[in-house]
């Protein structure tokens, strides 16, 4: 094999972990839900445990990606341009004094995806790759 088709190659596989880094985040619903669409600001909330209520009525079930995936990391810098260690402080402070809990947190997307297909008042983010006709996307985050 000459020197171009491995270089090539090489470069081609360096690239995979870029692209999947900068992959589309969405914020999606139970597609059941009555939700079309929501605000920044309603993503923010919701996330962050000020409330808990979809604009339909239903209780809002979010649903944190785990800490292991770069997802997780990538939705919080892009909704509130925190880093992970500053979200995590941020819950620690809420959870002691007793105010909120946080997100429920999966161990993987697929657990997401399951709770979003089998809860009418689920709300997580997924790479938009991931979207089926289960959920609806309701914000698309801009990185």
């Given amino acids: 094999m000459s020197v171009w088709p491995r270089l090539f190659l090489a470069l081609s596989l360096s690239l995979i972990p870029w692209v999947r880094a900068n992959a589309d985040l969405v914020v999606v619903v139970n597609a059941r839900s009555g939700v079309e669409r929501l605000t920044t600001d309603e ?8 409330y808990r209520q979809l604009p339909s009525g ?10 292991t995936l770069p997802e997780k990391a990538r939705f919080y810098r892009l909704l509130v341009n925190k880093e992970l260690p500053e979200i995590n402080a941020y819950w620690a402070r809420l959870i002691f004094s ?46």
């Fill in 58 to 67: 239903i209780k809002a079930l979010p649903i944190d990606q785990p800490e």
């Fill in 98 to 143: 007793g105010k909120t809990i946080p997100p429920q947190q999966a161990r993987n997307t697929a657990e997401v995806m399951d709770w979003l297909t089998k809860k009418r008042g689920a709300i997580g983010y997924i790479e938009r790759s991931q979207v089926d006709s289960r959920v609806k996307i309701v914000l698309e985050l801009e990185p």
């Fill in 43 to 50: 993503v923010i909330n919701i996330f962050m445990g000020r």
